[in-house]
Structure formats: C-alpha cells, structure tokens
C-alpha cells in the first residue's frame, strides 16, 4: 500500500508537470524483502531486497520508470542503472508508535522490561543504548501488518517506524514520540523517494530530472557517499543526519556495535554554494552514487560526495572497521 501510495505521488506530479504524457502504472510486483517475511533483514543478506524485481522490468522495458524509497536502494546500482530524480524529503526521523494501553508514553516511561519492536539494527542499536531498560526484538512486514501485529497482540509495547512511511499513509496521528538526531540518528536516504530509470535514456532522464530537489540531492549524495567507504548495509548499524544551510552541508555520520555499546559519532561540512554551470557533452551521464542530477550543479554534487568519503575515511581511521566487522560477524551468527 505504501509503495503504491509513493508511486501515486511522482505519478501524479510528473502528470501536472507533462499533461500531454499519458503516466500508466504497472502492475505491483512484490520483491524478495516483500516475499520473505519470517527472518530478519539484516540476515538475508542481498543486497538489492526490494528493487531486483524491479529492475529486471525495467531492463525489459516493460516499465520505464521505477519508484523506490531511497533508502532500500543500494549505493552502487547495477550498470546500466541510475536514480534520475529524488524528490524533496519527507521527514526523515524515527518515529515510536505505542501500543493502545500505552498511549501518551514515551520510550523513557514505558515499564522495565518492555518489548520494542524493530527490524533495523541501526534503530536497536542506538536504542538499546539509550534505554538499556528495554528489550528490543525483530519486526517484519509492511506497515500495515506490523501495526497490526502491534494493535491486536501483547507482544509489542512499541514498535519503531520511519516517520515519513507514517505520514504518507495518513496515520500520523499514530507517532507517539518523534525521536530526535540526539536519540537516534536515521537511516541514509530515509524519509527520500528515489526514481529509477534505464542510464541511456535520455528522454526519460531529461523527463524525470524536473522532480529532483537539490537540497535533498545534495543531502543524500553525501549519506549515500558515507555509507558506500564504510561498505555499509543491512548487516551493520550505520546511521546519519544532515542538514544543509546557508550554502553548508553539515553530515553526521556514525556507526555502532550491535549492542550500541561501541560507537563512533563524528561531524563535518562543506561548502556546497556553487552556480550551475553549463555541463553539456560528455559530462551530462556523471553519476554521483548512483544519482544522475542534471539540475544540480556539478561541483556541489562533487562536494557533497567527497564530504560523505571523508568522514567515512576519518571513522574509518578511528577504527570504524573493527566495530563493523564484529557487527557483521555477530549479526551472521544470530
């Protein structure tokens, strides 16, 4: 329901922008993370879960564009690929939804004890650390199942949710808490809706890239750039934030072990105030993690990439790769 909720959107706004264009949506597929509902993602272990399908009809040009939440795209896409157009972020915070007896609580008032429900590690592991209290245990299926699962059982308190999936279906009046940077810090590309279309075709490229918002390009470059040095994934906690202003791009980045009781959390920013330029020729396919943006100007994009590889490389220095190796090793061995 959510993916075609998403889908409506870009539709519906690519109708508005080209209403000569006659927009026809496929018939929804389901992918491996939509079919294996019964272990954890983080186990599964391939890498493109929700966008294989998919890709596959697009390379059939059985379908031309493909709408995806950015943060299920891998940072490396496979050739012939690319993401033509991000549109401007949802909110990309964690949200707590409590369960109906424990409406009007936050995380910190809930009993000793309680069971929070959550399929990300990055969410447990921030969590886990904050309030050593809980007890934090897989989740999985779609929205609405997991809502269910908490509504109509006792086994859930809370379960955690990304806020934007929350706002898009109409049940905002659900979150209880809005868990800020400070309590968890989100996933790369939460809260973005990504397009992906075939590389070569310009038409659709040209197309599309009117949907692009460059603060929220220029954003998740940089998450997206900082996930793909770390080799980062579903099998490890990495998290972000990051805000763009007065010309600034500030990225956070940090990764933790699996407890949350290891961690490293740094901050840093560039200056990413640059003009557009006139890139015709060849310069025109420069993919920046995957993401093909026209619009935005080529050296900010530059700087929004090379800002997500340093500070990659500076944790990375810090000794990032032994709390993610341990982290993968300990998640495998679940």
Not at 85 to 113: M, Q, W, Y
Not at 196 to 205: P, S, T, Y
Not at 230 to 242: D, I, K, M, N, W
Not at 322 to 329: E, F, G
Request: hydrophobic share 40%; aromatic share 4%.
């Amino acid at each position: 329901q959510l993916a075609r909720i998403q889908t409506d959107s870009v539709v519906e706004t690519l109708r508005e922008l080209y209403p000569d264009l006659c927009f026809e949506i496929a018939v929804a597929m389901s992918t491996t993370g939509d079919k294996i509902l019964d272990t954890a993602l983080s186990k599964i272990g391939e890498k493109s879960l929700f966008t294989k399908e998919l890709e596959n009809a697009l390379e059939r040009n059985e379908v031309d564009l493909v709408v995806h939440s950015l943060k299920d795209l891998p940072t490396s896409l496979p050739p012939g690929f690319t993401i033509g157009a991000i549109c401007k972020r949802e909110n990309p915070l964690d949200a707590v939804v409590f369960h109906p007896k424990h409406r009007g609580k936050t995380l910190s008032l809930l009993p000793e004890k309680s069971v929070i429900g959550t399929s990300s590690l990055r969410r447990a592991a921030q969590l886990k650390k904050k309030f050593p209290q809980l007890e934090f245990r897989d989740i999985r299926g779609n929205l609405n199942t997991r809502l269910k699962k908490l509504d109509e059982k006792e086994d859930f308190s809370a379960i955690i949710l990304a806020a934007a999936g929350l706002k898009r279906m109409g049940w905002e009046n659900r979150i209880g808490q809005l868990l800020s940077p400070e309590d968890c810090l989100y996933a790369v590309g939460q809260g973005a809706l990504a397009v992906e279309v075939r590389a070569k075709d310009q038409e659709i490229l040209n197309m599309v890239s009117a949907l692009h918002d460059a603060d929220t390009v220029l954003r998740c470059i940089a998450e997206r750039a900082f996930m793909k040095r770390l080799e980062g994934g579903c099998s490890v906690p990495v998290a972000v934030h990051t805000v763009l202003k007065d010309g600034q791009l500030y990225l956070t980045g940090a990764v933790y072990s699996l407890d949350g009781s290891d961690s490293l959390k740094e901050t840093m920013q560039t200056n990413v105030n640059y003009p557009q330029q006139n890139e015709d020729g060849p310069n025109d396919d420069v993919q920046h993690v995957g993401i093909t943006a026209k619009n935005v100007p080529g050296q900010a994009q530059q700087a929004a990439e090379n800002l997500g590889v340093e500070l990659a490389s500076l944790l990375l220095s810090k000794g990032a790769t032994h709390i993610l190796s341990v982290a993968r090793q300990l998640n495998d061995a679940r």
